[in-house]
């Protein structure tokens, strides 16, 4: 059981925005900065936004992170089939003094 | 550019220990904390604990605290994790992460990652 709840599955077609949330607690969502990323099998993971809502440069300005109060979202836009790929949320706990995942979700390309 | 490259697959029975490693180039290593996290199969990531690559200070995780060791040598720029008193349950693959000078600000954003070393538990 993560700290951070996912939904494990999200869908959707070429084209179509996709939202997924992140659901945590006033220990680490709601006081700490969130952070997205994008895992491939084989690949080591990728972040997708950090510090909650901020893009790294070189990923598609499709990909959003936001937040509020204990629960943070990814939306991403414009689905493509290469999006299909496991997403996870991480935050810093302090309860926990630990960092902790969401439990990932799984999104695929219709 | 910054990279960071693990050790190879390992093998090994339950109830013995395991030691990964991961050799950092491209960045000033003694700035940075290296993360350990891994993957199990079917399962999502968690993060086991890092060390500070200047003061040698390690944060475990509760639930690795007394099976893990991290430690790292500053000469060869290489930062190990060792998981002892092996399970089943450890068969996951590790990595190490680190933010390095990178764009990420926050103890749980990494913008650089090792390939990943599957462990193999098994008797």
């Known amino acids: 059981q993560s700290v951070l709840t996912q939904s494990p599955s999200a869908s959707g077609t070429p084209g179509q925005r996709v939202t997924i949330s992140c659901s945590g607690s006033t220990s680490n969502v709601g006081s700490n900065a969130v952070n997205w990323y994008q895992h491939l099998p084989g690949t080591a993971p990728k972040v997708l936004s950090y510090?909650?809502?901020q893009r790294p440069s070189g990923v598609p300005d499709r990909f959003s992170g936001s937040k509020s109060g204990t629960s943070a979202s990814l939306a991403i836009s414009g689905l493509q089939s290469e999006d299909e790929a496991d997403y996870y949320c991480?935050?810093?706990?302090?309860?926990?003094?630990?960092?902790?995942f969401g439990g990932g979700t799984k999104l695929t390309v219709l | 550019q910054v990279q960071l490259v693990q050790s190879g697959a390992e093998v090994k029975k339950p109830g013995a220990s395991v030691k990964v490693s991961c050799k950092a180039s491209?960045?000033?290593?003694?700035?940075?904390?290296m993360n350990w996290v891994r993957q199990a199969p079917g399962q999502g990531l968690e993060w086991m604990g890092r060390?500070?690559?200047?003061?040698?200070?390690?944060k475990y995780a509760q639930r690795f605290q007394g099976r893990v060791t991290m430690t790292r040598d500053t000469t060869i720029t290489t930062a190990y994790m060792e998981l002892s008193w092996l399970r089943s349950d450890d068969t996951a693959v590790y990595y190490c992460?680190?933010?390095?000078?990178?764009?990420?600000?926050?103890?749980?954003?990494?913008?650089?990652w090792g390939q990943g070393t599957l462990v193999t538990v098994s008797s």
């Open positions: 991480a935050a810093w706990d302090d309860s926990l003094n630990a960092v902790v």
């Open positions: 992460a680190t933010n390095a000078g990178g764009y990420c600000t926050s103890t749980s954003c990494y913008t650089y």
């Open positions: 510090s909650n809502n």
């Open positions: 060390i500070n690559f200047n003061t040698g200070v390690t």
């Open positions: 491209g960045y000033t290593f003694t700035g940075y904390n």
